[in-house]
């Protein structure tokens, strides 16, 4: 029978998995229930704990079609560290970067309550951790990192990782552009600085000329970074309102910096 798989944010309905200590036909129910829900929602494995069951159960469907039945399960020994991008059932739509060991040894039981190992490593191996974390009540939430965590909340928040790609980054390339334009002014600023300690009016008016060729390449610039900005800010469709204004501002107050400095340059410097 097909079951409702627990999703984000209804809680699970048990801490941690009990440990199967007779195989009954409960249990036998409960692995055809997971197989059912597994090829139902196209997944690659389940826990009995993201069907609200408490016991510690794991099925896994191979790439044969077959289902390998996980009783009892316990990580025996792990080696290696990978991050990897994840997703899970409880969290649908969602991915996380984790940090996982690369391989793992597993003993497990099976219907007999015979016990079995085996070796795991690669993307096998990222599932079964996953899948073990349920049987303690757990998931990969409890596993990122802080920075990836504050990442993955904001996620949770838009519904999906597309909002989270949508939303604006903290850093531009047209930033760059803002950074040799502020370049230029301070150089012109200091040009203008320097015509105080010129007495000649022949060295004044080469600084005049200077000052010119610098203000008309500071206003190509700003030009430049004025469109190339508002193009860079519509690639974010979340924030453009936002991203058009302080890109507006951020014009206009070169300009007036830009117009202050001509200006007074043309005062005293010719």
Same mark, same amino acid.
């Given at each position: 029978? %097909?079951?409702?798989?627990i999703t984000y ?42 069907? !609200?069951?408490?016991?510690? %159960?794991?099925?896994?469907? *191979? ?11 316990r990580m025996l ?11 899970? @059932?409880?969290?649908? !739509?969602?991915?996380?970067? %984790? ?15 015979? *016990? ?20 303690? !009540? ?7 990192? *802080?920075?990836?965590? %504050? ?11 597309? @909002? ?36 000649? @009016? ?26 190339? @900005? ?41």
């Amino acid at each position: 029978m %097909v079951k409702e798989i627990i999703t984000y944010p209804r809680p699970p309905s048990v801490e941690y998995s009990t440990d199967v200590r007779i195989f009954t036909d409960e249990i036998s129910s409960l692995i055809d229930d997971l197989k059912d829900t597994i090829n139902h929602n196209s997944l690659d494995a389940l826990t009995a704990f993201q069907i !609200g069951s408490m016991y510690n %159960v794991i099925v896994i469907k *191979q790439e044969d079609g077959t289902f390998l039945e996980l009783i009892n399960p316990r990580m025996l020994s792990t080696k290696g560290r990978v991050t990897t991008s994840e997703s899970t @059932a409880y969290f649908p !739509g969602i991915t996380a970067k %984790v940090t996982r060991h690369e391989k793992i040894s597993i003993i497990y039981e099976d219907r007999k309550l015979q *016990q079995h190992s085996f070796k795991a490593e690669g993307a096998f191996s990222i599932l079964l951790q996953r899948k073990i974390d349920y049987t303690f !009540g757990s998931s990969f939430l409890n596993k990122l990192s *802080q920075e990836e965590k %504050v990442i993955f909340e904001q996620k949770l928040e838009h519904g999906s990782d597309i @909002a989270i790609s949508e939303s604006c980054p903290t850093t531009f390339k047209r930033d760059y552009i803002l950074k040799i334009i502020n370049f230029s002014m301070i150089f012109m600023v200091l040009l203008f600085l320097s015509s105080f300690f010129i007495q000649r @009016a022949e060295e004044g008016t080469s600084l005049l000329n200077y000052q010119l060729y610098l203000s008309f390449a500071t206003l190509s610039l700003s030009i430049i970074y004025f469109f190339y @900005a508002q193009y860079e800010g519509r690639l974010f469709t979340s924030c453009t309102s936002c991203q058009i204004g302080n890109i507006v501002g951020t014009f206009v107050i070169i300009c007036i910096k830009l117009t202050l400095i001509m200006i007074l340059s043309y005062f005293f410097m010719s």
